[in-house]
């Protein structure tokens, strides 16, 4: 059989299209979502003519030399034909018209549109309408009677009409088809299709079958269905002659049926398995026009040949009594003796062989016993689209010598069985990323973060442009294309190209490489005979080529040969970044419409390696592979058709993970982002918007959009998903500082350390949102995920909520992160400086990241408690008293807290305060190398020292990193009660004054203390152990410059005086600041040296005990970050 299936043609932008023919056959008229309607001469024509008839078209018809379209502006145009000339609206809807159709004479048109209306207008008089009201959803389609006496229509809301045209009344209805509540949502577009000339039969698509309705009994007469077809039909068409009925499906199948036997004559498959939505008969019946949802033209050629070919022979019928039949006779015979229509319904019967073929191939007389007709192959080109159809020998009547002779037979000619699996996709062909399709005439070869290379292929030019975003690298290029080369690279140090061999020329690749340093700046290499290169890429000094003999080949930049190695499957994309090389290959066949490809990662540094072993790389469901490369950072990326990019997650085993989806950001179905670039930091992905196309325009030279990064996280509407989203982002795209520190390049460390603030940031927003939710258990898994002074933090955070269980697993956690960064330094000691160790998420090295976690650890800090200033400064004060009596008190023994060797700070043997360089007293530094003491006032030293180091400046944090012994363990001990009035600045300027008096009655005050310590509560000794606090540097400054405030600022109180104190002492300088904090400690040490004068009597083990004592029963002040007095180092 001659008929065929031609290529399809591109017409329309993505969306939903019409076609019709001219009443000659001369043109096809096709309309789309673009509001164009192109006429074609033919198949072939590559210039059809182009009419704008609105923003959208949906449906088009002509007749008369008047063509009518329904647009999206609510309106059924008119305009001339074949000029195209506006000539007026028909018709308005109060919403989108859906479909409009001519009667026979073209005298009326009929739309039916969204807003549940059926109207019938006259073309010569607009005003003449006729409206028919009674659908309740949306009109799918309408069709005129031939003798124009009745109206069909279908709608959403399930149910088929006929109308009387005159009357304007419902004449019947059949509810056969499935609910929907719009046109978009309908599974099938149920065009309508009464049988031209006579109207006996109105024939209707109802899921998979056709059901044929007789006119005037409107009874159901019969179904014609195939097995063939599995999904709804979505369109119907009858041939002009009537004998034919054709169909198409939403999955893109297309079958013919003689409406007569009920045989299905022809059956073809879209080429990409599209939804088919638009199909017209050629009025002479040779051909089939369709479009589908993609904007394609496709044809059907040589059905009137097909048709011929399948016309019962009536000759033969009265040949049944002769002696003399051969097998064909057995399906010439009157369809009516063995087909009814159940089994035409159950399935579908075979063709009848072609009159005139050679009698003698008694072969091929029984392939219809197969289900598959003669030479089946010239009209059906899918292989894969086979249906196994079979005549039903038992409906034979037994009498019949003609049928007794051939039951024998029936053994040998039993049914082939069907194949109902999922179907092969075709492979992905090789392309280059970056590169647009490689038959047009203008086109970019590439587009990547270094430049552009335009190819030109035209009758005037065949010539090369490269352009480089940064001319300081070089300046651009134009080269002749005398080759043809099809694919380019482009790098820093040289332009690679390759083109495909011919008849007489081998496949070559040429590199010019314009950084060399020499004068030859060009090479050429010639690939062996029948291995044509399919894809190239640059790297720093290297340059590859995959080829179609599944090779691999590896040259220098200079053109020196290196490695050859062979791939498992052809070659799809391949790109290079550095001394990196990615290769995405078919590792098998796709089912469904999917593609199987496996990917391999190579290293071609020093240290040769393959990082990734043939892994299949993760495509969206019936996508296909649209870029491949890497990030100007160097982490490999893809981007499949679907719009999803997705980035390699070394830190997880290198899995892909997906970042973003560009198709998120499109306005329309049709509109697509082309990416040219991947930016890791800052966040950026580089990409062309493309209207209505995958591709953008060479000229004019399209504008580069940029698109945030997006993880597919659950609830991201909700504070936590947001956070969480922006936590796991962050953690990602700072991978590549880990995979560039081992591979020995610089990194932007300023960027690392605040990613990482970034993160722990958000860590502990987290951590704080679920303490309000009261979800304790999320809240440790978040502190999991801190570093170790970020978690003395949530432990703050969680005290002042009174949440003391919490607390305590945080204090447990905190010691584990402590002794884990004990172990690291350590071990740092032994391998290399820069080794990156994984530890509380994304850190590379101690040295690297104590900076960071002492900056994470404060902002968050000092946002949450600028309110409470004054008593943090007086708890500062508090502290460093307590760590200068706790040094002065205990003997040199080995100091849990020191820092490493890599700290800058070094502990100091001498029993006093360490002074950071902006002249502030550290509070956190423990003064000397100390024993781990058992005692209370020990623990409650240590631990808050650690608790509070993160509200200092950086040069007053340097503990942030100490390590604490993995026998201390935090327990809280029972809280003391409070008075509503806490401690002030102001209160320890008054006890100071006292302080002179007590220490004339020192030695007395100390017998007096050590006797009432037996007998007095705690918070005694504690007044008189505060009692004893010598002054600060600011309390210093304070009582100098007192006067000079007071002279400024009369009327203020002793509390607004100290505040306006306070913030003219932060305006001093770092060296000022630090003058004063030594004039205080020289206070101190005077005060030092007449005790040891006044206390030279007594015991050293007496006096040690006694000040232990008095250290562990001291009074804190009461403010909010007394809480924490709770918690102390228990060695059990």
Known sequence: MPCERKPMRYGHSEGHTDVCFDEQGKCILTCGS????????????????????????????????????????????????????????????????NHVAFNHSGTRVAAGSSDFLVKIVEVADSGQQKTLRGHEAPVLSVNFDPKEEFLASSSCDGSVVVWNIDEQVR?????????????????????????????????????????????????????????????????????????FLAAATVGGYLCIWDVGTKMCLERQKHEKGYTVCGMAWHPSGGQIAYTDTEGCLGLLDGLATAAAAAQPTKSLKAKESKETKDYDDLFDEDDNQFLDEEASESRSPVKKSAVGEDEDDDDDDLMPATGRPRHRSSFLDDDNSQDAGSVNLDKYDAGDDASSAIVPLVPAVLPRPVYEGPMPTPPQRPFQAGSTPAHL??????????????????????????????????????????????????????????????DELASKLQCLHFSSWDTSKEWMVDLPKGEDALAVCLGQGWAAVATSGLLVRLFSIGGVQKEVFSLPGPVVCMAGHGEQLIIAYHRGTGFDGDQSLGVQLLQLGRRRRQVIHGEPLPLSRKSYLAWLGFSAEGTPCCIDSEGVVRLLNRSLGNTWAPVCNTRDHCKGKSDHYWVVGIHENPQQLRCIPCKGSRYPPTLPRPAVAILPFKLPLCQTTTEKGQMEEQYWRSAIFQNHHS????????????????????????????????????????????????TQSVVTLAIRYASRSRRMALAQRLSELALEKANQEQQQEEEEE????????????????????????????????????????????????????????????????????????????????????????????????????????????????????????????PAASPTTGSKQNKSLVLKPLVPRPKSKTQTTLLQMSSRSKKQEEK???????TERLKQAEDATPPASAGDNQENRRPKTGFQLWLEENRKSILADNPDLEETAVIK???????????????????????????VKKRKREEDEGREDEGEEKQREEASAKKKKPLDTSAKLSAFAFSKN
């Not at 490269?466 to 690279?489: C, Q, R, W």
């Not at 502990?764 to 679920?770: G, W």
């Not at 220490?999 to 005050?1005: G, L, N, V, Y």
């Open 441 to 502: 005439m203008h086109r970019f070869m590439l587009w990547n973060s270094v430049g552009i290379v335009r190819g030109y292929n035209d009758e005037q030019d065949n010539a090369i442009d490269v352009e480089f975003h940064d001319t300081a690298i070089h300046h651009a290029m134009h080269l002749t294309n005398s080759l043809g080369h099809t694919v380019a690279d482009l790098s820093q140090e040289a332009v690679l190209l390759a083109c495909e061999s011919t």
């Open 830 to 953: 032994e391998e290399e400086p820069h080794h990156a160790t994984p530890n509380s998420g994304y850190r590379h090295s101690s040295e690297e990241m104590r900076g960071a976690r002492q900056s994470n650890s404060r902002t968050p800090q000092q946002n949450r408690h600028e309110e409470e200033e004054e008593e943090e400064e007086e708890e500062t004060q508090d502290e460093q008293m307590e760590a200068e009596e706790a040094a002065e008190s205990r003997k040199p023994r080995l100091n849990p807290f020191k820092k490493g060797p890599a700290s800058p700070e070094k502990a100091s043997p001498k029993p006093v305060s360490t002074v950071s360089k902006d002249g502030r007293v550290n509070p956190f530094k423990v003064s000397g190398p100390v024993k781990q003491s058992a005692s209370p006032a020990g623990r409650a030293a240590n631990v808050l020292d650690t608790m509070t180091m993160s509200n200092r400046k």
């Open 171 to 243: 004449v019947t209805s059949w509810d056969i088809l499935q609910k929907s509540s719009d046109v978009t949502n309908a599974k099938s577009l149920c065009r309508l299709a009464w049988q031209p000339q006579s109207g006996k039969l109105l024939a209707v698509p109802v899921e998979t079958s056709i059901h044929l309705y007789e006119r005037n009994t409107w009874s159901h007469v019969s179904s014609l269905a195939d097995d063939f077809i599995t999904q709804a039909i979505n369109v119907i068409v009858w041939s002009p002659c009537g004998r």
């Open 1060 to 1086: 306006e104190a306070m913030g003219r002492f932060r305006t001093l300088s770092a060296e000022e600041r630090l003058s004063w904090t030594e004039k205080a400690k020289g206070d101190v040490g005077d």
């Open 999 to 1005: 220490e004339k009655e020192k030695e007395p005050a």
């Open 34 to 97: 673009d509001g164009d309607v192109r006429i074609w001469e033919s198949l072939d024509d590559d210039d059809p003519k182009s009419i704008n008839v609105g923003e959208k078209a949906y449906s088009l018809t002509l007749k008369n030399g008047k063509l009518v379209t329904a647009v999206s502006n609510n309106t059924v145009q008119i305009h001339t034909f074949p000029d195209g000339d506006p000539d007026g609206i028909l018709t308005r809807f109060t919403t989108n018209a």
């Open 739 to 786: 995979f560039l520190a081992s591979s020995g390049y610089e990194i932007d460390e300023d960027g690392q350390n605040q990613a990482q603030k970034e993160q722990q940031e958000l860590l502990m927003k987290m951590f704080a949102l679920s303490c309000k939710l009261e979800r304790e258990f999320r809240c440790v898994e978040l502190a999991e995920m801190m």
